[in-house]
């Protein structure tokens, strides 16, 4: 590994799933290798082991190996910094996303401390810390969120929805959360308090997981007003 990446912990290599082939060798291999079901695993290792031409590239730019949930939440917070590396602002490497025409986001009053938040919010939080907000989020008075990705709404919920007596999609008023991801169509009360800690132990149940210290809440979760999960 070269020594910039040892300094960052990288200590080995991660394939980037990104393979080009021969179109005779490529046929010929799948012809001579009928079970076969990976590349990394089958494929690749018959083409050396048959004396096929292999080589491979070592990419420099950024890679994160975000198998596990911690990984994913740290690479995700990290685009909060002030400089990150991998930069969504980049006229050279631009990011294209799927355009969906969504309105602008709505803030009131709201203290943001390295935040990231996508198009269509309305945010009445007190503060959002270190966190980034998907599409369509919604926020209410008082809540303060640290360290958080939120995943968003698929849809809005219109007016009368929202008057009906049931906890709507979004975070409710006077919450407080802490290391969580919340996945999305997600409903939360109000006084909820969820804080994830390396302290806790590795859990499962109906609305959330916890994994290496990280709450996860499960996509379309109804967490009732006063709730408490994981660290006081």
């Given amino acids: 590994m070269a020594d910039n990446y040892r300094e960052q912990g990288k200590e080995y290599l991660a394939s980037m799933g990104i393979y080009m082939f021969n179109k005779n ?19 690749i290792p018959k083409s050396i082991e048959n004396g ?29 910094d002030n400089l990150p590396n991998f ?12 355009p969906r025409m969504l309105p602008p986001s709505k803030i009131f009053g709201t203290q943001f401390r390295q935040a990231v938040i996508a198009e269509g919010c309305i945010i009445h939080a007190q503060m959002v810390e270190r966190s980034v907000i998907g599409i369509r989020s919604r926020i209410g008075e008082n809540s303060i ?11 809005f919920e219109s007016l009368e929805e929202l008057q009906k007596d049931k906890i709507p999609m979004g975070i409710g008023q006077h919450c407080y959360i802490e290391n969580t991801i919340i996945d999305k169509n997600v409903h939360i009360g109000n006084d909820v308090h969820i804080k994830g800690h390396p302290s806790l132990k590795d859990e499962d149940t109906e609305t959330y997981c916890i994994r290496e210290g ?6 379309g979760a109804i967490i009732s007003s006063g709730e408490r999960i994981g660290a006081n």
Avoid: P
Avoid at 87 to 98: E, G, I, S
């Fill in 214 to 219: 990280i709450i996860v809440l499960r996509k």
């Fill in 87 to 98: 930069n969504l602002f980049d006229n050279q490497n631009m990011v294209y996303t799927r």
């Fill in 145 to 155: 969120l640290r360290n958080t990705i939120i995943m968003g709404n698929d849809s």
């Fill in 25 to 43: 060798a490529i046929k010929k291999l799948f012809k001579d290798n009928e079970t076969a079901t990976d590349f990394g695993k089958e494929i």
């Fill in 52 to 80: 096929y031409k292999v080589s491979s590239y070592a990419y420099g730019g950024y890679w994160e190996d975000i198998g596990t949930i911690r990984s994913f939440f740290q690479a995700n917070l990290e685009l909060t």
